[in-house]
């Protein structure tokens, strides 16, 4: 059944789907009056839905029973350094069907891809599209909220609470398990990883200051993306376990 994005106002009285979401049923799978979707809010909620009438702006709908999916935990931030290309795009993807809380894209000094103040939204808004289409696709209820573009050092004050780890190649780091079976499962945790060619000395020095854990994902080197993956997936195993 296909799934649509329906926004949290938009569940209180008349349910209504409008711009992109309602463009993409109506125009591209020719959704008709009689025909039942899915739609979810991104805060956890979704419901089977009847539509009602089609138009070229909008489809009305009749919700059916609402489920509400808890927000998984622990909440699982990742910090990521922008690398080039188009990899920010498959990292928001598959970081989203991991299960996310939410996605903060860094400028570290070895960052390839260099953000402008008046591009940092555009940016976000692509990246929040990506996150989207992976929630729709992915039966993922919850939607991740994809921060602007921001500096590594203008961010690190501000990271938030929680368990802090750093990916890291750092002399003196833990394997990532080890640093993940120290801790007391946490409500929030924060996955910082590093850019092609990692974080400077200054940069990784000013991380440990900041309370982040180093460490190691094994003996092989990783892609930035690959990081991710790996670091999200060893939360996300470590702490649901039984």
């Not at 489809?59 to 998984?72: K, M, W």
């Not at 990271?159 to 003196?172: M, N, P, T």
């Not at 003996?219 to 649901?240: D, H, P």
């Amino acid at each position: 059944m296909a799934r649509f994005f329906l926004a949290p106002e938009c569940w209180g009285g008349a349910a209504v789907l409008t711009g992109d979401e309602a463009k993409h049923a109506a125009q591209v799978l020719r959704a008709r009056r009689g025909d039942r979707i899915t739609v979810f809010d991104g805060a956890g909620r979704s419901a089977t839905a009847e539509i009602l009438d089609v138009s070229k702006s909008e489809i009305r709908l009749s919700l059916g029973e609402v489920v509400q999916r808890p927000p998984l935990r622990p909440r699982i931030h990742l910090a990521q350094a922008v690398p080039k290309g188009k990899t920010m795009d498959l990292i928001v993807q598959k970081a989203v069907e991991l299960g996310v809380a939410s996605i903060q894209p860094l400028i570290t000094k070895r960052t390839v891809v260099q953000v402008e103040a008046d591009d940092a939204d555009r940016k976000s808004s692509k990246w929040q599209r990506v996150a989207l289409e992976a929630c729709k696709q992915c039966g993922q209820d919850l939607l991740p909220l994809v921060e602007p573009p921001r500096s590594f050092s203008e961010w690190l004050p501000q990271c938030g609470s929680g368990l802090r780890v750093i990916a890291s190649l750092f002399d003196g780091a833990r394997p990532l398990r080890e640093v993940l079976r120290s801790a007391e499962s946490p409500e929030d945790v924060t996955l910082l990883v590093g850019p092609e060619g990692d974080f400077t000395p200054e940069e990784g020095e000013a991380a440990l200051g900041g309370g982040f854990h180093p460490a190691s994902l094994g003996e092989i080197v990783l892609r930035a993306e690959t990081a991710a993956f790996f670091g999200i997936s060893a939360l996300r195993y470590e702490f649901s376990r039984s």
